[in-house]
C-alpha cells in the first residue's frame, strides 16, 4: 500500500469530500490492474513484489490474491463474484482499500446495505444519455473531471467511468496498466461464472478500443503517460509497452 493511503483512509472515514482529496497523490506512478486475459501476464507473487509501496488500483476481480498492495478498489454492478450473497466484496476492515463503487441504479439496489463502500457514483442508464453521447464516443472527457462535477457519463465502462478520473482527479503523472485489452467481450483473466453478468452489448468494447488514442490525448493535457505493462495485451500500438 502506498504511504499517502493510510493517511487518506483515516481522511475518507472523518467524511472528507472527493474535492479534498484533488493532487494527493501528485507526480506519482498510478498501476492500474483490470480483469482482461493480459491480467496473467505476471504470477501474483510478483506483482505483490513488484508493485508494494506503489500506487495501486484493483478493478474488481483483480484485487483477489493482491489485498495486501491494493490502494483502490473498483467495482461497478455487474460480472460479481459468483455466489456473493449480495456483498460482493468482503475486506479485511484493519487493512483494506479504499472502496469505489458505481451502479446504473440508486446506492445499494444491487447489493446488500452491508457491503462495504467508501465512495459511491451513480451512472445514468445508456437509455438515459444516449449511444452517442457516451465517452468513448463523444471523447469530451474534460466535462466529467472530478474537480468540475461529481457527476458521471456512461463510458461505457468502469475505466472511462470512474478510474481514470480518479487518476487524473489525484495528480498522478504516470499510468500504467495490465489487464485492459479491450478485445472480445466478456473475456475476462478469470474462467468462473458471475453474478449480474454485464449486458452482452459489443459495440462498447469496439468503441472504447477506438477511443483509446484519444484517451492517450487526453491524459496527455493533464501531464499523464499512458502505458501498459501486458506483453499481450491487444490495447493499440499507440499506447507505449513495457516490462514491469
Given at each position: ?27 506519482e ?83 446488500s ?62 499510468i ?22 454485464g ?26 503517460e ?19
Amino acid at each position: 500500500m502506498h504511504k499517502n493511503t493510510i493517511q487518506l483512509k483515516h481522511s475518507v472515514s472523518e467524511g472528507c469530500s472527493l474535492d479534498d482529496l484533488v493532487d494527493s497523490y501528485e507526480g506519482e506512478e498510478c498501476y492500474i490492474l483490470l480483469t482482461g486475459p493480459s491480467y496473467n501476464d505476471y504470477e501474483k507473487s510478483e506483482l505483490r513484489e513488484k508493485l508494494k509501496g506503489k500506487l495501486v488500483f484493483c478493478v474488481k476481480q483483480a484485487i483477489e490474491g493482491l489485498e495486501d498492495i491494493c490502494d483502490f478498489h473498483f467495482w461497478n454492478c455487474s460480472n460479481f463474484p459468483l455466489g456473493s450473497l449480495g456483498i460482493p466484496y468482503k475486506y479485511d476492515e484493519q487493512n483494506r482499500p479504499i472502496v469505489i463503487s458505481s451502479s446504473n441504479y440508486a446506492l445499494g439496489a444491487r447489493w446488500s446495505t452491508q457491503q462495504t463502500i467508501d465512495c459511491f457514483f451513480k451512472v445514468p442508464l445508456i437509455e438515459e444519455v444516449g449511444k452517442e453521447n457516451c465517452l468513448a464516443i463523444k471523447r469530451n472527457f474534460d466535462d466529467f473531471l472530478l474537480s468540475k462535477t461529481h457527476t458521471r457519463n456512461v463510458g461505457a465502462g468502469i475505466m472511462l467511468e470512474t478510474v481514470l478520473y480518479l487518476a487524473v482527479h489525484f495528480g498522478v503523472s504516470k499510468i500504467k496498466t495490465l489487464g485492459w485489452d479491450l478485445d472480445t467481450h466478456g473475456s475476462h483473466f478469470y474462467k468462473s461464472e458471475v453474478d449480474n453478468k454485464g449486458c452482452e452489448i459489443p459495440w462498447d468494447i469496439e468503441a472504447n478500443a477506438k477511443a483509446v488514442p484519444s484517451i492517450v490525448e487526453w491524459l496527455s493535457t493533464h501531464g499523464i503517460e499512458l502505458t501498459t505493462i501486458s506483453k499481450t495485451s491487444s490495447l493499440s500500438e499507440v499506447v507505449k509497452r513495457e516490462l514491469l
